[in-house]
């Protein structure tokens, strides 16, 4: 399995932008497909996005789409969430999972192996 650990969470105004990064250990990671979820609470964790192992497919939450792209770096082990033009109802605890030879759409209803300790987002109104 990968270890994963997220960074670059923080505390933004609405409208604004944060980078998440999640960087993975373990010489098979590119064997991974990598997902993002999120958790606010008193909610269920959702889905955000999804990323294939070479990065030719990726696969979003309708929610998030046309403002969050997900990318990774195989080289650097580390995958990336961009988001922008955040709202109030992004603030969530987000996570990276990552499940190998899974494709992004699997991603987001199946059990990931690993995931990551979280990095809280608050989007400030």
């Known amino acids: 399995q990968v270890q994963l650990v997220e960074s670059g969470g923080g505390l933004v105004q609405a409208g604004g932008s944060l980078r998440l990064s999640c960087a993975a250990s373990g010489r098979t990671f590119i064997s991974y497909a990598v997902g993002w979820f999120r958790q606010a609470p008193g909610k269920e964790r959702e889905f955000v996005a999804a990323?294939?192992?070479?990065?030719?497919?990726?696969y979003y939450a309708d929610s998030v789409k046309g403002r969050f792209t997900i990318s990774r770096d195989n080289t650097k082990t580390t995958v990336y969430l961009q988001m922008n033009s955040l709202k109030p109802e992004d603030t969530a605890v987000y996570y990276c999972a990552a499940r190998r030879f899974t494709t992004t759409q699997s991603m987001a209803v199946m059990e990931p192996e690993s995931w990551g300790q979280g990095t809280q987002v608050t989007v400030s109104s």
């Open positions: 990323i294939a192992w070479n990065g030719g497919s990726t």
